[in-house]
């Protein structure tokens, strides 16, 4: 996703192995759709790593120096495809969990209400 005009995922490496029977689908990607991906997103830099032994990952590296490790392992060529274009899209900043449902400057006078109040 571009934030303010400028995409935020600077590196994509794409880590598979070439005997593994778990990376069939992202070396089907890589045969037929990693060209079309790379002619689409020229202001992306695709990496291919070669882990022997080992499940395959998509790792996405950002602007604000984050990184996203996406597991395809037995995914098939459309997932891999799919997941890649999600690394692409997202901002890559941390998930942050809110504290309350509700958030506003002026908290209830009155207190939160619980089902244990005795009148």
């Known amino acids: 996703m571009a934030l303010r005009g400028v995409w935020q995922l600077k590196k994509l490496v794409v880590s598979y192995c070439n005997w593994g029977g778990s990376s069939r689908g992202i070396r089907a990607f890589m045969e037929s759709e990693l060209p079309a991906f790379k002619e689409q997103n ?47 899209n997202s901002l890559g900043r941390k998930v942050v969990k809110m504290k309350t449902r509700h958030v506003t400057k002026q908290p209830s006078v009155q207190g939160t209400w619980s089902t244990a109040l005795k009148l």
């Open 42 to 88: 020229p202001q992306l830099e695709v990496v291919t790593e070669l882990n022997r032994g080992q499940h395959p990952f998509l790792k996405g590296l950002y602007k604000n120096k984050n990184e996203r490790v996406v597991c395809v392992r037995n995914l098939s060529q459309d997932e891999v495809l799919e997941a890649a274009t999600k690394l692409r």
